[in-house]
């Protein structure tokens, strides 16, 4: 629901007795929430949610929505109190009850009306008071007093109570004899004491232990129940509220009090001095009513009105004044003289009264540019000339147009520079009386801004062209040195430099990099290293220094970002400076170019046609945490959690696994400027980026362990605290138990005609080759002695083989009866299902792997053998192929916690070779280095060119081998070793990669320490 956020006038104290200035206040109108323009009371629970007792039924606010809870019979809700577990109890009238959440996080209302007889039921009246105390719930109407305890209630013959919670005691005010209570072991008991209040609505709770009452002469009394003693709370208090009608005080958090009139809202210390107050005519004349003033807690109040519900937010340092104030136009220009303020516009100069509103000057018509103070006078640079103000009486000085800046001779009050928009400098003296102009020869550009240093000499800056020194002559009507300072003087820019003069007489300069001081001895512009680390390269528009050292300041975030950013310089022991912006975060700047002057009691700030006052003796609360709300939680279409309440099981069906989280952060202050990052872990590595919506909805979520992370961010850049939730995505049917024992199952039926087959068909050609061997053999015999080396080379061939497939048929039985004999198991009871899945199913499907990986790599050897493997080569690109078998091995790898690195040079050649034989040493080799690596170890691949090659290594730090084991990878000879956690090597894929690499025009080495690692690498040819 679209809210309605509207400033509303109100007053601070910055000055003496001052309410002129205009807080902010939101506003929420019957037209957003759509109830009843009647609410009696007001609740806040833990999460910040309110609700209010309203004619039409509870009304419930979350800072977004507004929703209207009816009772039962369209029943008034009179009463609100909330327990420690966040239970809300609702008076009512004719009855009493609480609320419930349902499932859609949406509440009901249930009546405990039940609990009592038919005649005490019958008699409930409109219960309009409710309290929680130690565990009892306790509502009163106008007979009777009801306490809710363990499921009974218990009624009390006692009429018109207004409970009082206090600390750690309830305390009783008999509404019409205004005899105070103590709730003690079940029963209110008297404490003889009287209380000469107006109503009991006057009565409230102070520091935990004191009752702050108003009594019918106006006196605001603390009394403390204890010891029965009343002192008045402060003189001044009294004296400043004597002629008031009070109906409510409310006790704020920072120390002031909140006083609700029958005309108005007051904030004042306890001192009596009125810090700001809110009127009907700062309302619209809409009618102030008593039944809800409350500070919530975020320190700000709420009130009601025949119109609107509205929030003041009185914790906020910042407040502003606008036309509503008297003056008129946009800000050009501010000034001070002691306790005077001046406003100076496009429509001419205002002075603030003392009422602290705004009375036009007359006779200042036109654009005040610029407003110099000088020992108590104020000199303004105006459209028509210069001026002189005293006060509210103003002397023309002289006439000439378009006057921007005023500079005051430091030697010679009695002359002053006048700096123009186009005709240069002009200097103006006073002789008897009267004041005279001449130009300064030797300057003719725009000078907006003028500062004299130590020297006399005069500083002059250019928004276009950077700043000017000056040196003028004796009768200082010409320029005798002049010097331009630019980029190449140090300055970040050319644009936007504006010179300013500190307290101690100081030049300093406002740059598009943040501040520089001038270095005289290498005569150039350096960033001054008293503000770096504060301003962060922050362009600085405006400066202004209070009496207390502070720097105030305007600009914008960096050449980059628009963002027009303000705060205050704060004074380091290293004399350093700090930067506080967080208040000002809240305020909307619309003009870049808007003045600043430090005030007596804070700074004011141009801002169009506003000004905005900081008073920095205003207690803030800024850092207070905050915290996010997961609001609801839905899996496709079924609603799993609401607010805190797990209503479904987190295990999510893969067939809703589409999820919407709703969240929200219970900050009320420009509630839509909150912002929300989230993020979904086990999906997402990167925070979201920052934003307004409430919602985050993910898709197609693959089954798995996530958890949703939300934090927020209020107007200040104030960051909250984490809210997550945790779910497990179910896999879908195709990849449960039943599922793979059905893969397995047929696994092993696929492995075992493969391995039949094949063996068959590997025996029938050893024995045509062992044929052929032999009848090679008789003729390389009758051939010459030089034949007969071959002979032993095939023959070791042969033996190779055999000795190869022994070993093979040993490796493969064993896997392969290993799954007989599990099924047989489980086929006859003697393990569970999950006994299977939980302790067997690993160990079986590393062993499948295990044969899938050897009956590949013999029928690519056995191709190779037939002589049935043609190379195909092509240009393709080898980072792919890493990263594809790579990320086939990562269970592998994560099964062991090793980590697989990878080190490629950006922008590989594309090489030249068979890119599957490419594809299966790369998946042996790095399958190696994870097999002999172990738990924790580190496996690297590394790639990079070498002139016409590149070469590729497969690093571990494993076993390592000995040179003997080298020697027979290298002279191709079969043998098996065992890996870090038990897994079998064949040796068989270490030959073929031997074999594919020299077949591809490659090169094959092996670095290796037993018990270091090992590095094997090889070559590949680069497209030309």
Not at 202 to 214: F, P
Not at 631 to 646: E, F, N, P
């Amino acid at each position: 629901m679209r809210l309605y956020l509207i400033f509303i006038l109100i007053f601070i104290g910055s000055c003496k007795s001052g309410f002129g200035q205009q807080l902010f206040v939101q506003r929420y109108p019957t037209e957003t929430h759509q109830a009843s323009v009647q609410n009696w009371n007001i609740a806040q629970d833990q999460q910040g949610t309110f609700f209010f007792a309203n004619t039409d039924g509870v009304l419930i606010f979350d800072g977004i929505h507004w929703d209207l809870l009816p009772l039962p019979g369209n029943a008034y809700c009179r009463g609100l109190a909330i327990d420690e577990n966040g239970k809300v109890y609702v008076g009512a009238e004719n009855g009493f009850g609480y609320l419930q959440k349902k499932l859609d996080g949406k509440f009901e209302y249930v009546s405990l009306m039940g609990l009592l007889d038919e005649k005490t039921r019958a008699a409930v009246q409109s219960t309009d008071n409710v309290a929680v105390y130690d565990g009892s719930v306790f509502f009163s109407d106008e007979m009777h007093c009801y306490i809710y305890r363990n499921e009974k209630v218990d009624v009390l013959d006692m009429p018109n109570i207004w409970f009082v919670p206090l600390g750690d005691s309830l305390y009783g005010i008999d509404e019409n004899a205004s005899i105070l209570y103590h709730y003690q072991d079940g029963a209110f008991r008297n404490t003889y004491l009287k209380l000469e209040i107006r109503s009991t609505r006057l009565v409230v709770g102070y520091k935990e232990k004191y009752l702050l009452i108003v009594d019918r002469q106006n006196r605001v009394l603390v009394v403390d129940p204890k010891s029965k003693k009343t002192q008045i709370l402060s003189e001044e208090i009294n004296a400043t509220i004597r002629n008031l009608f009070v109906r409510r005080i409310c006790p704020l958090t920072d120390g002031r009090f909140a006083i609700l009139t029958d005309q108005e809202i007051i904030i004042i210390d306890l001192n009596g001095k009125i810090l700001s107050k809110v009127t009907s005519g700062m309302l619209s004349e809409s009618n102030l009513w008593s039944s809800i003033f409350y500070e919530d807690a975020q320190h700000n109040v709420w009130f009601v009105t025949d119109e609107f519900l509205g929030l003041v937010i009185t914790s906020s340092p910042i407040a502003y004044y606008d036309k509503t104030n008297g003056f008129k136009g946009v800000v050009f220009s501010l000034g001070a003289q002691g306790e005077e303020r001046y406003v100076g516009t496009d429509v001419g100069l205002y002075h603030q009264q003392r009422n602290h509103q705004f009375e036009f000057i007359q006779g200042t018509d036109g654009i005040i540019w610029n407003i110099y103070n000088y020992k108590n006078r104020n000199y303004l640079a105006h459209s028509d000339g210069v001026f002189e103000v005293v006060q509210q009486q103003v002397t023309k000085l002289i006439a000439h147009e378009s006057v921007l800046s005023i500079c005051v001779l430091r030697h010679n009050p009695e002359c002053i520079v006048m700096g123009t928009f186009d005709t240069g400098i002009w200097l103006l003296t006073k002789s008897k009386g009267s004041w005279s102009k001449r130009k300064i020869k030797g300057f003719d550009e725009e000078a907006r801004f003028i500062q004299q240093d130590t020297l006399g000499d005069l500083w002059i800056s250019h928004d276009g062209k950077g700043i000017w020194k000056l040196r003028l002559n004796e009768e200082m009507d010409s320029i005798i040195e002049k010097t331009i300072y630019t980029t190449s003087s140090g300055l970040p820019s050319n644009l936007n430099n504006r010179v300013f003069k500190l307290s101690n007489e100081e030049i300093v300069v406002g740059t598009a990099n943040g501040i520089y001081t001038y270095n005289e001895t290498s005569d150039i512009f350096e960033p001054d290293n008293r503000f770096v680390k504060a301003l962060q390269g922050s362009i600085v528009y405006s400066l202004a220094e209070s009496p207390e050292g502070q720097i105030y300041f305007r600009g914008r975030e960096s050449r980059e970002k628009m963002k027009q950013v303000s705060g205050v310089l704060l004074k380091q022991a290293d004399n350093t400076y700090n930067v506080l912006r967080t208040p000002f975060d809240k305020i909307t700047w619309v003009d870049s170019d808007a003045p600043l002057i430090a005030t007596q009691s804070g700074a004011w700030f141009g801002n169009n046609n506003k000004v905005i006052a900081y008073n920095p003796n205003q207690q803030t609360f800024f850092e207070e945490s905050l915290e996010p709300i997961i609001k609801m939680v839905t899996a496709a279409d079924s609603v799993i959690y609401v607010d805190r309440l797990i209503h479904r099981t987190m295990n999510i069906p893969y067939s809703k696994n589409s999820m919407l989280f709703s969240f929200n952060v219970m900050y009320y202050e420009d509630v839509e400027k909150n912002e929300f990052q989230y993020k979904l872990t086990g999906l997402d590595k990167e925070w979201s980026a920052w934003t307004n919506a409430r919602e985050a909805h993910f898709t197609n979520l693959p089954e798995g362990d996530y958890t949703f992370e939300v934090r927020a961010r209020n107007v200040y850049n104030n960051e909250s605290n984490v809210a997550s939730y945790t779910f497990h995505v179910d896999p879908p049917i195709y990849r449960t138990v039943w599922a793979y024992i059905v893969y397995v199952l047929l696994f092993i039926a696929l492995v075992y005609w493969l391995t039949v087959l094949r063996t068959k068909r590997v025996n029938i050609q050893k024995r045509i080759l062992e044929h052929e061997v032999h009848e090679k053999t008789k003729e390389i015999l009758m051939q010459s002695e030089a034949l007969e080396q071959q002979a032993e080379i095939l023959k070791a061939s042969n033996n190779t083989k055999d000795k190869l497939f022994s070993i093979i048929s040993h490796d493969l039985r064993g896997p392969i009866r290993q799954f007989g004999e599990v099924f047989n198991l489980l086929e006859q009871g003697y393990i569970s299902v999950e006994e299977f899945q939980h302790k067997l199913m690993p160990n079986l499907k590393e062993s499948a792997n295990y044969v899938a990986t050897l009956t590949d790599n013999l029928l690519q050897w056995a191709k190779g053998q037939m002589g049935g493997i043609l190379v195909n080569k092509s240009e393709f690109n080898l980072t792919d192929v890493i990263h594809e078998n790579i990320s086939l091995l990562n269970p592998q790898a994560i099964k062991k916690s090793i980590t697989v690195k990878t080190e490629i040079t950006e922008g590989l050649p594309k090489v030249y070779a068979d890119k599957d034989m490419v594809s299966l040493i790369v998946r042996n080799l790095v399958s190696n280095a994870i097999k002999f690596t172990p738990e924790r170890g580190i496996v690297s691949v590394i790639a990079k060119p070498e002139p016409g090659y590149i070469f590729i290594s497969v690093h571990d730090n494993g076993t390592g081998l000995s040179e003997e084991d080298i020697n027979k990878i290298l002279g191709k000879e079969y043998f098996t070793k065992y890996g870090t956690s038990g897994e079998k090597g064949s040796g068989l894929g270490l030959m073929l990669c031997c074999e594919f690499i020299e077949k591809n025009g490659g090169k094959f080495s092996i670095e290796s320490q037993q018990g270091v690692g090992s590095t094997f690498t090889f070559c590949l040819t680069i497209v030309q």
